[in-house]
């Protein structure tokens, strides 16, 4: 059997990576594109090798717990050993992220949100991390909580090693994985292995690489300051997106050459990348930009060294297929084969599915923005990518590569004509505890 790799890189736009992962080998596919611009969604469509609408993962029902067998399900009743380790908060255990994984865990934050482990986060603001008797009473509380103490106290002392710029919190995560994936590594099984990485993500925190002048991580949330077109410092908050990017190259490197000392199929992709302003947006919390949704993707195989870049389009949703091709899994999703199928021109689509939760909208509500601007930002956009290129719907109109809007507004309307209604029937609602983590990440 083939071992396999699937490992994303969060966040992490597609000009970002060109620049910094020159030495990642495999093929590259130059235009590659996510289904929709947020880890929800777009992680759905490559477990399931459907979009994101048809199995009705989106932003305000994000659980994994559609019908379909996921790809780990499939991958685990094949044989494979299943590993995933994340350190996205949205992929949990219940949001049935977990589904068909033999383990599955996560980094620091996402062990945080754990129930068995006391929740520091929520419960101890930024100032009061500097405020050691506000600790110390705080550790009491601990005590009398109906968790894993030694767990608990674990994650307390790495935290605040993380303050002090070291041990195994000093990135988001990154560290940890390698470790975990070191030890899970079984030659002599056969093994699928997910892994998120979050170095990309927002905050693109200063403990990576020491402080960076003029970068104030400060505000409240990418989708409130998108909305309310606020001004930033680009310059700085590239400086240190570039810098965390370039930390996840360097850090991942030895990941990656230990992966493939055992794996003979290695897939590499960011879910979404990130926009600084363009389009006067932050983040990556609305619309369908290219900024967003033009991904990296490389395919690396043990068994075949052709370098050559593939210019053609191709979907995240090919990566279900591609695995399961790998792994010798008949089905019938949606996607191709990267590695055997001849790369046909298709109408690939992109989907923008409103506010990414209720709790978002009433925060927006609350902050001030106008009943009629958040409702606007929720309505539903989709895009499309053809070999002519991606023009998609946005509250400024229909983007188009050339500035004519016919032929690709077909393409948009033929591409949707074969998916099914959106089976969304009511918002899914989170834990209080759930929703202050994800707020802290800027997702709510």
Request: aromatic share 12%; charged share 25%.
């Amino acid at each position: 059997m083939t071992d396999i790799a699937l490992v994303v890189f969060d966040t992490l736009r597609y000009d970002a990576f060109q620049a910094q992962f020159d030495w990642l080998p495999g093929r590259r596919y130059t235009s590659a594109w996510a289904p929709s611009h947020w880890t929800v969604p777009v992680h759905g469509a490559m477990f399931t090798g459907r979009y994101p609408s048809e199995v009705g993962v989106v932003g305000q029902c994000p659980a994994l717990d559609c019908d379909d067998r996921v790809l780990a399900e499939l991958l685990s009743d094949a044989g494979y050993e299943t590993l995933g380790f994340t350190n996205n908060l949205n992929l949990q255990p219940w949001r049935q992220y977990d589904r068909g994984f033999d383990r599955f865990t996560g980094g620091w934050r996402w062990q945080a949100m754990q129930p068995d482990v006391f929740d520091w986060e929520a419960t101890l603001s930024a100032a009061d991390w500097r405020r050691p008797g506000k600790v110390a009473t705080t550790v009491r509380e601990l005590f009398e909580s109906d968790v894993d103490t030694t767990r608990s106290l674990a994650w307390l002392v790495n935290r605040l090693r993380r303050k002090l710029g070291n041990g195994p919190f000093r990135d988001s995560g990154l560290r940890q994985a390698r470790a975990w994936i070191r030890d899970a590594i079984d030659e002599t099984r056969d093994q699928f292995l997910f892994c998120n990485l979050m170095e990309a993500h927002w905050p693109y925190d200063p403990a990576i690489d020491g402080v960076r002048s003029g970068y104030d991580d400060g505000f409240s949330t990418p989708i409130e300051e998108t909305i309310a077109r606020a001004s930033r410092d680009r310059d700085a908050w590239l400086d240190a997106y570039e810098a965390a990017v370039g930390y996840l190259s360097r850090e991942f490197r030895p990941m990656f050459e230990r992966l493939q000392a055992t794996f003979d199929v290695i897939v590499c992709c960011a879910d979404h990348g990130e926009l600084f302003g363009e389009h006067d947006a932050w983040g990556h919390g609305y619309g369908l930009a290219p900024e967003l949704t033009h991904v990296p993707l490389v395919v690396w195989r043990r068994d075949r060294s052709d370098p050559t870049p593939v210019d053609r389009p191709v979907s995240l949703l090919d990566v279900f297929a591609t695995i399961t091709s790998a792994a010798d899994i008949e089905t019938t999703r949606r996607g191709v084969d990267l590695g055997h199928s001849p790369l046909r021109d298709r109408s690939l689509l992109t989907e923008y599915h409103g506010q990414t939760s209720v709790s978002q909208i009433e925060a927006l509500l609350a902050a001030g923005i106008d009943n009629r601007t958040v409702r606007a930002y929720d309505e539903w956009e989709y895009g499309v990518v053809t070999a002519d290129g991606y023009a998609y719907e946005s509250r400024d109109g229909f983007v188009t590569p050339d500035d004519t809007d016919a032929d690709f507004r077909e393409r948009l309307a033929d591409a949707r004509t074969d998916l099914a209604p959106p089976p969304v029937e009511q918002p899914c609602e989170e834990t209080v505890e759930t929703t202050e983590h994800l707020e802290a990440l800027g997702y709510l």
